[in-house]
């Protein structure tokens, strides 16, 4: 185990009727509210009535950002930026998926910012100061809720770009699992499928951590026992509360402290959106078991069959090769199980693109799990179609 710093200050208000704290929770932080929501979910579920009766019951004032898109824009991030500026907004509360929290994370650091928002986008470093955020999540996912991240599109150059500081993690989120019921079947399976990666992009690493694996392997199986359901299921408030705190712990920061990581799928994955605004989850269980099959080799499979054998429950007495073979197919058939497309065609994504996106996946591999070049990821690309 590496050396490591442990902080991980976001204040979690958990549980039903948590959010009936926002006015003393937001009141460290100011008075004047930026509201940022999607698509209108939150108007429909009645969680936007609720929120703007209790800023009102606490005199507070707010503007809106509104229309903030899945996969968000840099386009909607300079909007609420400059809104933060004339309107002296004093801190910032998104409403919403990943998409939603982290259009408002660079809308809090772009108001604090002199230059373009693009550039805190391509360099976490240049962030010096961001207003406080408080969030409250709406479906379990992305982890933004509770960790340092924000990924940000633009459409007209296709890039998908994640970024990150310390000073972009919320200062507090409330996770009320009540609020996901209303997420739909293939947004809950979605959702269960980038749980499960960010779980898998820590747990596949070259540096050992027992404790952070165990942990992560118990949170592999909190998904894989509360996804299903869920998706089956929408009002099983403990599946959802279940699949709401994994998708909090599962990026963190914590599973991955003591062994540095470099992500593989996601950097796949973000391309396929920044090219054709795939849903990320999707593409993420697309992408995921032929990558593992790609990786899997006499050197990855213990680490492969530790996920299985921990994970699945497959023998340990098997060998190392037929035991990760196991477990990659039953990752495949558990993605199938929620309903999630397994093939790119599905998706409406063909070979066209395949090299161009591979380039620019190749420099964020160079310290992966297995660093591949642009023609193994091509054929992971190929695999998948
Ligand atoms: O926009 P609204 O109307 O709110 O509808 C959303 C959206 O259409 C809907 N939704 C959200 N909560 C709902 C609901 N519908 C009904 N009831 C509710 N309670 O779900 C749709 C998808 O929302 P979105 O926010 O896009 O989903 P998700 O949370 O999966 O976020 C995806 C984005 O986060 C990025 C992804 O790349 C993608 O851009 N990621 C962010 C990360 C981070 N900050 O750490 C890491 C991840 O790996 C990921 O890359
Ligand atoms: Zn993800």
Known sequence: MKNFVYSIPTNIYFGKGQVEKLGKILAPYGRKVLLVYGGGSIKKNGIYDTVTGLLEEAKMSWEELSGVEPNPRITTVRRGAQLCREKAIEVVLPIGGGSTIDCAKMVAAAACYDGDAWDLVKNGRAIKKALP?????????????????????????????GTGSPLLRP??????????????????????????????????????????????????????????????????????????????????????????????????????SAYYDITHGVGLAILTPHWMRYVLNEDTAPKFKAYGVNVWGIAKELPDMEAAGLAIEKTAEYFRQLGLPSTLTEVGIDDQLFEEMAEKVVPQLKYAFMPLDKEAIVSIYRAAL
């Open 133 to 161: 955020i408080v969030s409250i999540l709406t479906l379990a996912a992305t982890g933004s809720e509770m960790d340092t991240f924000a990924v940000i599109s633009d459409m007209d150059s296709h890039d998908k770009i």
């Open 171 to 272: 200062a507090a989120s409330i996770l009320d699992p009540s609020y996901t019921e209303s997420v739909s079947a293939y947004q809950t399976a979605a959702g269960t499928a980038d749980i499960m990666s960010h779980i898998f992009e820590a747990y596949f690493s070259r540096t050992d951590g027992y404790m952070q694996d165990r942990m992560a392997e118990g949170l592999l199986k909190t998904c894989i026992e509360f996804g299903v359901k869920a998706v089956e299921e929408p009002q099983d408030y403990e599946a959802r509360a279940n699949l709401m705190w994994a998708s909090s712990w599962a990026i963190n920061d914590f599973i991955s402290l003591g062994k540095p990581v470099a992500w593989s799928v996601h950097p796949m994955e973000h391309e396929l």
